[in-house]
């Protein structure tokens, strides 16, 4: 009987001893991840040469489109204010 208590304490505390390497490995492997993670969000800096071009030409498309119809709108707009101006300037000669 005493020898079976020495190896189950054997066992445990070689069992302990297991837990505690795996458990330090695997809290060793998360921090390695972290610090990968970290150094390759802190490498990426800014935008590169093509993200830029790209947002330039989108910019680009959406003014070509944009631009005309604005333009459009503005002489509408002096149309409807000329002839508001003429159909005013008529009904005052109208009312001498």
Known sequence: MYEFQEKSLF????????????TYNIGREREDIRMNIKKMLKNKKGFTLIEI??????L?????????SVLNYL??????KY????RGAYISYQAE
């Open 75 to 80: 002489n509408e707009a002096d149309d409807a």
């Open 60 to 68: 680009a498309v959406l003014l070509a489109v944009a631009v005309p």
């Open 11 to 22: 066992t445990m505390t070689h069992n302990l001893a297991l837990k505690k390497v795996i």
């Open 53 to 58: 071009i790209v947002v330039i030409v989108i």
């Open 83 to 86: 002839m508001a101006q003429a």
